[in-house]
């Protein structure tokens, strides 16, 4: 593990460059940081929606993700080193399988709309994807593990999921898109 920090503003980066856990420095606009980053702002977004009333099997298994996606993060920040476990991935298929049986069949696409909580799930399903863009970005340039890319993609599938159960608590629904198309095609028939 790298050095813990003790000082906030050392004014190393000042140069645009950052620290990486094998004490080498890169650009901060290179693919390690911005995947980084977009880890972050995932985890950052899941702390929010954590602030929420949520079930506590709910909010159990995102704190458990926010710890995960501190390793994810870790591990990107550490060229080489392996933090996130193989378990943290079947936990998360153990969740989606959980909380996909608990929801009816979708007949159309949703938006990411709805309650506050269900809302925000969405809005950490986005991040989650953009994250999963950067390391696959990363990963084309640089040889890594593909667990850090499999976590995020399993992990925007299970945010689409809990947003829909999210939406069911308190007896609301999911929010249907309207396509006129759609729309036609049922009147025609």
Same mark, same amino acid.
């Given at each position: 593990?790298?050095?813990?920090?003790?000082?906030?503003?050392?004014?190393?980066?000042?140069?645009?460059?950052?620290?990486?856990?094998?004490?080498?420095?890169?650009?901060?606009?290179?693919?390690?940081?911005?995947?980084?980053?977009?880890?972050?702002?995932?985890?950052?977004?899941?702390?929010?929606?954590?602030?929420?009333?949520?079930?506590?099997?709910?909010?159990?298994?995102?704190?458990?993700?926010?710890?995960?996606?501190?390793?994810?993060?870790?591990?990107?920040?550490?060229?080489?080193?392996?933090?996130?476990?193989?378990?943290?991935?079947?936990?998360? =298929?153990?969740?989606?399988?959980?909380?996909?049986?608990?929801?009816?069949?979708?007949?159309?696409?949703?938006?990411?709309?709805?309650?506050?909580?269900?809302?925000?799930?969405?809005?950490?399903?986005?991040?989650?994807?953009?994250?999963?863009?950067?390391?696959?970005?990363?990963?084309?340039?640089?040889?890594?593990?593909?667990?850090?890319?499999?976590?995020?993609?399993?992990?925007?599938?299970?945010?689409?999921?809990? $947003?829909?159960?999210?939406?069911?608590?308190?007896?609301? =629904?999911?929010?249907?898109?309207?396509?006129?198309?759609? $729309?036609?095609?049922?009147?025609?028939?």
């Amino acid at each position: 593990m790298g050095n813990r920090l003790t000082q906030i503003a050392t004014r190393t980066g000042d140069d645009g460059t950052t620290g990486l856990g094998d004490n080498t420095r890169v650009s901060k606009n290179s693919g390690r940081p911005h995947a980084m980053g977009d880890v972050d702002e995932l985890n950052s977004h899941i702390g929010l929606l954590l602030c929420e009333p949520l079930p506590a099997e709910v909010r159990e298994v995102l704190v458990q993700v926010q710890h995960q996606l501190f390793n994810l993060g870790g591990e990107i920040a550490m060229p080489g080193y392996e933090l996130l476990k193989d378990d943290a991935l079947l936990q998360l =298929d153990e969740a989606l399988a959980h909380y996909n049986a608990q929801l009816p069949r979708l007949l159309e696409f949703i938006l990411p709309a709805g309650t506050r909580a269900a809302s925000q799930a969405h809005v950490c399903r986005t991040v989650a994807r953009r994250a999963e863009r950067s390391v696959v970005a990363l990963q084309e340039q640089e040889a890594m593990r593909p667990a850090p890319r499999q976590y995020l993609n399993r992990l925007s599938d299970l945010l689409f999921v809990l $947003a829909r159960v999210l939406n069911r608590m308190d007896g609301g =629904d999911d929010v249907y898109w309207k396509s006129e198309r759609l $729309a036609q095609m049922q009147s025609a028939d």
